[in-house]
C-alpha cells in the first residue's frame, strides 16, 4: 500500500526557508491523485497548507500562499513543501499526505534562533 | 472559507455504547462530478491522522464496519455503533469541496 515519508531540518531559524520532502513509496504519483500538505501545531488542530497534481497544477490556501511553494518531482516519486520567512507561529507538525487518503507519519519543525 | 464545525468536542461513551459526531458545513457541500468531498479521519494519540470515511458515506480500506457515516448539504455525521477502547482518539471532518479545504475543530473521543 501506499507509504509517505516526510524528511527535512527539524529546526529552523526565524526569517529563513522551511524545506520539506516527502518520498512516496507502493504508488506512483504520476498516476493520480493530489498530493498536499497540512500542519498541526502543538496542541492544535489541523491546517491545510496546499496541493499539487502529478501535472503540477497546485492550490495553496491564502493564508499561507505568499510564502509556499509545492513542488513535484515524478522521476523522484516525491513532492517538496518551501515556506519562506518563517516564524514561531509556523511551528508545527507538518504531515505529507495523498488527498485523501494515506498520511505520512508527520515532521515536527520547530522555528527558533 | 468554508467553516467546518463539529459538535460535541468532547465525548466519553462506555464500551459497547453507541456514539455520535456532527460536523456542520457554513456553506453547502454541492456534488461536485457526483461526488461530495466531505472526509473523516480519526488521530489516535502520537499518530498521524487515519482516514476513516470517504465521500461522506463509504468506509476507507480496513475500516470496521461499525463506523458509518451519512448526510448531505451541511450536515454531516460520524456514528460508531458499539464503542471499542481501540477508538480513543481525535475525530476530524475535512471538506475538499473548494479550497482552502478546511477541517473541523475535532471531537475528542475518550472511554469510561
Known amino acids: 500500500q501506499v507509504q509517505l515519508q516526510e524528511s527535512g531540518p527539524g529546526l ?3 526569517s529563513e526557508t522551511l524545506s520539506l520532502t516527502c518520498a512516496v ?9 493530489y498530493w498536499g500538505w497540512i500542519r498541526q501545531p502543538p496542541g492544535k488542530g489541523l491546517e491545510w497548507i496546499g496541493n499539487i497534481y502529478h501535472s503540477g497544477n497546485t492550490y495553496y490556501n491564502p493564508s499561507l500562499k505568499s510564502r509556499v511553494t509545492i513542488s513535484i518531482d515524478t522521476s523522484k516519486n516525491h513532492f517538496s513543501l518551501k515556506l519562506r520567512s518563517v516564524t514561531a507561529a509556523d511551528t508545527a507538525v ?10 505520512g507519519q508527520g515532521t515536527l519543525v520547530t522555528v527558533s534562533s | ?26 456553506q453547502s457541500l ?4 457526483g461526488k461530495t468531498y466531505l472526509y473523516w479521519y480519526l488521530q489516535k494519540p502520537g499518530q498521524p ?6 465521500e461522506v458515506s463509504n468506509r476507507f480500506s480496513g475500516v ?49
Not at chain 2, 12 to 26: D, F, L, N
Not at chain 2, 30 to 33: H, K, N, Q, R, V
Not at chain 2, 73 to 95: H, M, N, P, W
Open chain 1, 12 to 14: 529552523v531559524k526565524p
Open chain 1, 25 to 33: 513509496s507502493g504508488y506512483s504519483i504520476s498516476s493520480n491523485y
Open chain 1, 94 to 103: 507538518y504531515y505529507c499526505a495523498r488527498v485523501w487518503g494515506h498520511w
Open chain 2, 1 to 26: 472559507d468554508i467553516v467546518m464545525t463539529q459538535t460535541p468536542l468532547s465525548l466519553s461513551v462506555t464500551p459497547g455504547q453507541p456514539a455520535s459526531i456532527s460536523c456542520k458545513s457554513s
Open chain 2, 30 to 33: 454541492l456534488p461536485s462530478d
Open chain 2, 49 to 54: 491522522p487515519q482516514l476513516l470515511i470517504f
Open chain 2, 64 to 112: 470496521p464496519d461499525r463506523f458509518s457515516g451519512s448526510g448531505s448539504g451541511t450536515d454531516f455525521t460520524l456514528k460508531i455503533s458499539r464503542v471499542e477502547a481501540e477508538d480513543v482518539g481525535i475525530y476530524y471532518c475535512v471538506q475538499s469541496i473548494q479550497p482552502p479545504y478546511t477541517f473541523g475543530q475535532g471531537t475528542k473521543l475518550e472511554i469510561k
